[in-house]
């Protein structure tokens, strides 16, 4: 329909600073932050403190 917004399906993840194993990362990100790898991969992620308190500028960085 014309002038219709027509909204996309996003995927993400969530729990991208829980402690792991990024050696189980492709090579290329073992270097990097965990956030730097799934930008990589997915177009949003969930930022799980949105309802307990205003996330600080430096979570979005």
Do not use: A, C, D, W
Not at 5 to 17: A, Q
């Amino acid at each position: 329909m014309p002038g219709k917004n027509k909204s996309l399906g996003r995927i993400g993840t969530s729990n991208i600073v829980i402690p792991g194993n990024k050696q189980s990362f492709p090579e290329e990100f073992h270097h990097k932050s965990r956030l730097y790898y799934y930008s990589s991969l997915f177009n949003t992620l969930e930022v799980n403190s949105s309802f307990y308190k205003v996330p600080m500028q430096s979570t979005f960085e």
